[in-house]
């Protein structure tokens, strides 16, 4: 069984930056896809970003597009969210999570692709 913990998050004002982590610990997550998902106050969780299990194929909402990135360094079972030009509307609580599928060649944005997820951090964006 796998443990994510996600850390990172914090209170930024607009238009700054916050690197989210998230190391896995109990088996290697080197051959799964890991997502990035976010669920803000009232509302339903919903895709961030998606980074296949090599690392060299990434997928975005298209709202974070050009301004997050997502990467992955498999020697250290760890996946990362850069996240730059920080809006209030991106303000939510950020949860990453394993693809439920070995090695996928298809990068998926639905929560129920995800069998394992970390409790999440909280991220803010206010002045």
């Known amino acids: 069984q796998v443990q994510l913990v996600e850390s990172g998050g914090g209170l930024v004002q607009p238009g700054g930056s916050l690197r989210l982590s998230c190391p896995a610990s109990?088996?290697?997550?080197?051959?799964?896809?890991m997502g990035w998902f976010r669920q803000a106050p009232g509302k339903q969780r919903e895709f961030a970003a998606a980074?296949?299990?090599?690392?060299?194929?990434?997928k975005y909402a298209d709202s974070v597009k050009g301004r997050f990135t997502i990467s992955r360094d498999n020697a250290k079972n760890t996946v990362y969210l850069q996240m730059n030009t920080l809006k209030p509307e991106n303000a939510a609580i950020y949860y990453c999570a394993v693809d439920n599928v070995l090695f996928r060649s298809v990068l998926i944005t639905t929560n129920e692709a995800y069998d394992t997820w970390g409790q999440g951090t909280q991220v803010t964006v206010s002045s």
């Open positions: 980074v296949s299990w090599r690392g060299t194929n990434t």
């Open positions: 109990g088996r290697t997550i080197r051959t799964y896809t």
